[in-house]
């Protein structure tokens, strides 16, 4: 490896961390802030011989993500635009009830996840939320199977009696089969 590729590679490691913050805050979201740093760090290594010798490469890097983004802000948006109405739903319920009633119970069925203990929570995420295998969620947990169904068994339980009534039978059915 070359001494200015090596040189260019120290730098890279050791300044992309607070380069990814920066560019966090100036986009808000993490990828495209991986997206912005990727680009600075394109045109750094371009720049990298004239940079060495006598120039700051972290500020130089910084000055070429400020403009990226406001080139990015400044580039004409192409506004969404719906045309005519969205078609009736065939079971004649409404768009946004269904929402508002599925966001309902996603915050209901948090609620009554942190209200378990500690190893029944953990089994009812690892089987049912991240669909491990039975085998699979002992062995994570460091209990036997059987184990595992009993503290399935009191955690279900424990859900159905905690959530509300009128999201009980939609949850368990739905999310636990």
């Known amino acids: 490896m070359e001494p200015d ?3 260019f590679e120290a730098f890279y490691r050791a300044r992309t961390p607070a380069l990814l913050r920066t560019a966090y805050l100036l986009t808000g979201d993490r990828h495209l802030a991986e ?3 990727q680009d600075a760090l394109a045109r750094t ?4 011989r004239r940079l060495r010798d006598g120039g700051n490469p972290e500020a130089y890097a910084r000055q070429v993500m400020y403009h990226l983004q406001v080139s990015r802000w400044r580039r004409r948006r192409v506004p969404e635009s ?3 109405d969205l078609p009736e739903r065939r079971d004649g319920r409404d768009h946004a009830t269904d929402a ?3 966001l309902a119970l996603r915050l209901a069925l948090r609620q009554a996840l942190l209200t378990l203990p500690a190893r029944q929570r953990a089994a009812v995420v690892l089987r049912y939320f991240e ?3 039975e085998a699979e969620a002992a062995e994570l947990l460091g209990c036997r199977v059987g184990t595992l169904k009993s503290h399935l068994a009191r955690g279900l339980a424990a859900l159905r009696r905690a959530l509300p009534d009128d999201h009980a039978g939609t949850a368990t059915e739905g999310m636990f089969r």
């Open 5 to 7: 590729e090596h040189d």
């Open 35 to 37: 997206d912005l740093v």
């Open 45 to 48: 290594h371009r720049a990298w």
């Open 82 to 84: 719906l045309f005519g």
């Open 100 to 102: 508002t009633s599925r």
């Open 131 to 133: 669909d491990r295998s």
